[in-house]
Every structure is written in C-alpha cells, then in structure tokens.
C-alpha cells in the first residue's frame, strides 16, 4: 500500500495525524520496509516529528539495530537531539552495547547532553551498565563534565550502588569530592557529594572505595549535613562505624 501511494505522487515526509512524519513513524515501529520505501522515495531521513524525535532516535529508542543500520547508510545524522536526548545517550541508558558501539563508529559524539545536562557516561553509570561505561571512558568521555548541572557519573554511580561502576569510575580519574557550584548551598539531593550519596543510601562499600580515594568525610555541601550526618539519621550504623574508624567528626564537634 505505500509503495503504491508513493507510486502515485504520496509526499514521502507526510504526517500520520498522531503517529507524526512517516519516517520517525515507521521506525518507532520497526518497519524497516517501508523506511526503505520511504528513504528510495526521497523521504528526509533526518525529518523530526512534533517531539523533535527523528527516524534514527526512534529506532535507538526501541533498539531496532536493523533500523538504525538503514538509517545509518542513508546518512542519518547520529547527533541530531530529539525531545528527550540524542541516541547515543538513549542506547547507554537502555545497556544497549551493540548500538552503543555503532553509534561511536559512525561519530556519536561521546559528550553529547540533552536539554537538563544528562549524557551518554551518567545514563551508563546511573543504569549500573558497566560495559557501557568501560566503552565510553576508553572513548574519552569527559568523566567529571563539570560543565554540566547534572549529578556527576559517579554521584549517580554511589546513590545507586553500583560497586564496579564506582570503582571504575575513580581509576579513571572521577573527582569524589565533585559537585556543581550552583548547588554547594543548595537543599535536597542535588547538593550533595559522592559520598554523601552512598552513605545516605547504605552503600557501605561504595563508602570505602571513596575514603579509599580521598574523598573528604567531613564535608558538608549544602544544607544536607556530613556523610555521617546522613547515615546518622538514617540509621545506616555499619556506615556509622565505617566513617567514625576513618576519622569523621563527631556530631558533637561540628560546630
């Protein structure tokens, strides 16, 4: 039926009320005949629908790697944004290595961030998708981004309890210390360290590895008080005794 509507003069980037431009459609759908159809017709394969999605970013966000092959040969543009972000950070957090891997060859930018600071290292590291991480740290990703206002990879990495990621991340070069400057007086969770994080969430592990590696116990970033603070209150006691061994002050003589 559509190679016979585009047979008879159909516009190959026409709308499908809802469904949005026929390409983003088709793909979101896994009809990879008649993105051909459509693509062989003229369609614009970098054509967004109403949500800024295109037909490359609606395949990624289904996982369709025969799609996104397609699409990819028809020169579909690997960093184009959509509504929520680009597809390289889409595969990441979906631990779609295969896609990940095909995205980078064919120049996804590594870095990239959508609207609100996330990219493609933080959706690996918070999605505890550890050879996500590995590949996108061998590729130079930028692992503190300070630029950013998001909660840094190995923040998102120490709330979740992700070890292995935690641990990779610090051989790396990840700061534990690293917060954005917007939120040092701020409230909530956004103002707080690494080990903030960690010790909030009971991850007495994750605490170690950030002693381990410099991470300053007495500090105190926002409103939300001391790693020992938090685990205090809390009730995490086996993070209680971890930090007071390593020399945290006492709630007593915290002035």
């Known amino acids: 039926m559509v190679g016979f509507l585009l047979g008879n003069g159909a516009d190959a980037d026409a709308g499908f ?6 390409m983003p459609a ?5 009809h990879i005949e008649i993105d051909k159809l459509l693509l062989d017709s003229g369609a614009d394969v970098n054509a967004a629908n109403s949500g800024h999605d295109t037909a490359l970013i609606a ?5 369709n790697l025969e799609v996104v092959e397609l699409l990819l040969m028809y020169d579909a543009d690997v960093n ?3 509504r929520d972000s680009h597809a390289l950070t889409i595969a990441c957090s979906q631990g779609d290595v295969k896609l990940a891997m095909r995205l980078i060859q064919c120049g996804a930018d590594i870095n990239a961030r959508n609207r609100s600071g996330r990219d493609a290292l933080r959706a690996a590291s918070e999605g505890g998708h550890i050879e996500l991480v590995r590949l996108l740290l061998h590729h130079g990703s930028d692992i503190n981004h300070i630029d950013s206002d998001q909660p840094s990879a190995l923040q998102l ?8 990621i935690v641990q990779l991340l610090l051989e790396y070069g990840a700061d ?10 701020a409230s909530g969770h956004r103002s707080r360290n690494a080990l903030q994080f960690a010790a909030s969430a009971g991850h007495a592990e994750i605490v170690e590895l ?8 007495n500090a105190e970033v926002g409103s939300t008080g001391s790693a020992l603070q938090l685990a205090t209150e809390i009730g995490h006691s086996e993070i209680v005794k971890m930090l007071l ?6 709630l007593d003589e915290i002035s």
């Open 245 to 250: 061994h390593h020399g945290a002050r006492q």
């Open 157 to 164: 990495a120490a709330s979740e309890g992700h070890v292995k």
């Open 17 to 22: 009320g809802d469904m949005g431009l026929s």
């Open 59 to 63: 395949a990624c966000s289904r996982g």
């Open 26 to 30: 088709a793909a979101l759908q896994g």
């Open 176 to 185: 534990p210390d690293w917060i954005h400057k917007g939120f040092m007086r």
């Open 80 to 82: 184009a944004h959509g």
């Open 210 to 217: 950030l002693l381990d590696h410099g991470a300053d116990i």
